[in-house]
């Protein structure tokens, strides 16, 4: 984590408007449920990150891209409950809620609704891609996979992640992959918007990692998905590769934004 979220500085003024502590889940005003929102200064119809922290599902604080503050892009840093506070699957009904109000409510600040992206690290990544590809999270919201431009996921957990496993009582040992509703790979389609994956060097990741993400895109490919890119960053460990995806995670936003 760079920062705990009472510590984290505010971006740039010069170049964005900033909103922190935005409640996201109705009549709710736990601080964990709020989001901070950061939208680009003299624009109109910008495309938004919806980005989630990790930490596993049981830390909180600020884990966001540098290259997203460019000025270019609004920015949603999405804070959710964590354990043992709460349990799975409010994790999932957290994600959701976040990524709704974004879709709901970018456009009152000058966002393009038909533009917005959601990505994360380690846990974070395996909460944008488990809300953001199965239907059954956004659907109680009214929106789908449909209203998502893409996905930016950081070295995430594509099978069932260890902390949902720990709280549901899954028996077996850590490392054992379950593959059931709670896992993204097992809601693949290949109508889903284009994805990026960024994990570390199969030494030096959390065991399982790359081939996990390497999977995915493989099998999205090979259903006829346009665009499911892995990047496996050599020599880099879990957190290396979150410090290092700023240049991928720029250049994908520009095609996939470029191709729109």
């Given at each position: 984590?760079?920062?705990?979220?009472?510590?984290?500085?505010?971006?740039?003024?010069?170049?964005?408007?900033?909103?922190?502590?935005?409640?996201?889940?109705?009549?709710?005003?736990?601080?964990?449920?709020?989001?901070?929102?950061?939208?680009?200064?003299?624009?109109?119809?910008?495309?938004?990150v919806v980005w989630f922290?990790?930490?596993?599902?049981?830390?909180d604080g600020h884990e966001?891209?540098?290259?997203?503050?460019?000025?270019?892009?609004?920015?949603?840093?999405?804070?959710?409950?964590?354990?043992?506070?709460?349990?799975?699957?409010?994790?999932?009904?957290?994600?959701?809620?976040?990524?709704?109000?974004?879709?709901?409510?970018?456009?009152?600040?000058?966002?393009?609704?038909?533009?917005?992206?959601?990505?994360?690290?380690?846990?974070?990544?395996?909460?944008?891609?488990?809300?953001?590809?199965?239907?059954?999270?956004?659907?109680?919201?009214?929106?789908?996979?449909?209203?998502?431009?893409?996905?930016?996921?950081?070295?995430?957990?594509?099978?069932?992640?260890?902390?949902?496993?720990?709280?549901?009582?899954?028996p077996g040992h850590r490392?054992?992959?379950?593959?059931?509703?709670?896992?993204?790979?097992?809601?693949?389609?290949?109508?889903?918007?284009?994805?990026?994956?960024?994990?570390?060097?199969?030494?030096?990741?959390?065991?399982?990692?790359?081939?996990?993400?390497?999977?995915?895109?493989?099998?999205?490919?090979?259903?006829?998905?346009?665009?499911?890119?892995?990047?496996?960053?050599?020599?880099?460990?879990?957190?290396?590769?979150?410090?290092?995806?700023?240049?991928?995670?720029?250049?994908?936003?520009?095609?996939?934004?470029?191709?729109?």
């Open positions: 984590m760079d920062y705990a979220w009472n510590a984290k500085p505010a971006p740039d003024p010069a170049l964005y408007r900033h909103w922190r502590d935005i409640p996201y889940a109705d009549g709710d005003p736990d601080p964990l449920r709020t989001l901070w929102l950061s939208c680009p200064r003299e624009r109109d119809g910008f495309a938004t922290h990790g930490g596993g599902f049981t830390d966001c891209p540098p290259v997203l503050y460019s000025g270019r892009h609004a920015v949603v840093e999405a804070r959710y409950r964590v354990s043992p506070r709460v349990k799975a699957p409010a994790y999932h009904e957290d994600g959701a809620a976040a990524l709704a109000w974004v879709l709901r409510h970018i456009g009152e600040y000058g966002g393009d609704p038909g533009r917005v992206f959601v990505g994360g690290m380690s846990a974070g990544a395996y909460l944008a891609a488990i809300v953001g590809m199965d239907p059954a999270w956004l659907a109680p919201h009214g929106f789908g996979p449909g209203n998502l431009a893409g996905f930016l996921l950081v070295s995430g957990q594509l099978t069932t992640h260890f902390q949902v496993k720990a709280d549901l009582g899954y490392y054992q992959p379950v593959v059931d509703r709670l896992a993204p790979l097992a809601h693949l389609d290949a109508g889903l918007p284009p994805i990026l994956l960024v994990t570390g060097d199969p030494a030096r990741d959390i065991p399982g990692r790359p081939a996990e993400n390497a999977f995915l895109a493989a099998s999205l490919r090979a259903m006829g998905h346009p665009r499911a890119e892995h990047h496996q960053l050599s020599g880099h460990d879990h957190g290396g590769a979150f410090r290092s995806c700023d240049w991928l995670v720029d250049q994908f936003l520009d095609q996939v934004l470029a191709a729109r």
